[in-house]
């Protein structure tokens, strides 16, 4: 076992040269305006989060492949656009998931887990800023086995901003342990 682990360190180390810093994972959250500008769009570990898209990002997401759409956000909250039409008239399913502040559990997560895992194609998550994306990935890496800080870590990377939301997921970390 020694040996094994020796010759991954070993490897490690080469991989990544003497002294060189290891590049943490990139941000899942992008800047919809520059999507936009950019007119196309990559996935992170097959997603990415946003705040909430207007039908051009929306747009953008479709031409670069991308399958499907979870919403995150109320019935009630203005999108501006009918996004539904708006993404199923583009080709990709439209998933509605809608969380609230009292919604940010493991068992959304859960859920949230499982609407992903039923796509093979990219999708595209979001809500009104990514908070509620971000929250609910943190707990997503949670139950998945990272420790609290690198949970709350890729809750950043995905948008999570809010210190309300982030008091939230670290007393639902508390509280499953």
Do not use: W
């Not at 991989?15 to 520059?34: F, M, R, S």
């Not at 109320?74 to 509605?96: H, P, S």
């Amino acid at each position: 076992m020694k040996r094994i682990l020796l010759t991954a360190v070993c490897g490690l180390l080469v991989a990544c040269g003497d002294g060189a810093e290891i590049v943490p994972e990139p941000p899942l959250k992008v800047d919809l305006n520059l999507v936009v500008a950019d007119g196309s769009v990559s996935p992170s570990g097959g997603m990415t989060t946003s705040g909430q898209p207007d039908e051009a990002a929306l747009r953008v997401f479709a031409d670069s492949g991308y399958a499907a759409v979870i919403d995150l956000r109320t019935e009630g909250e203005d999108r501006g656009i009918d996004e539904k039409a708006v993404v199923e008239g583009l080709g990709m399913n439209y998933e509605l998931l809608p969380i609230t502040r009292g919604d940010i559990t493991y068992e959304k997560a859960a859920a949230l887990d499982g609407l992903l895992a039923s796509y093979d194609e990219p999708v595209l998550l979001h809500c009104g800023s990514a908070n509620r994306v971000g929250a609910l990935l943190a707990l997503r890496a949670s139950a998945n086995g990272a420790d609290d800080e690198s949970a709350i870590e890729a809750g950043r990377r995905a948008g999570l901003t809010s210190v309300e939301l982030e008091a939230i997921v670290r007393e639902e970390f508390a509280a499953g342990e």
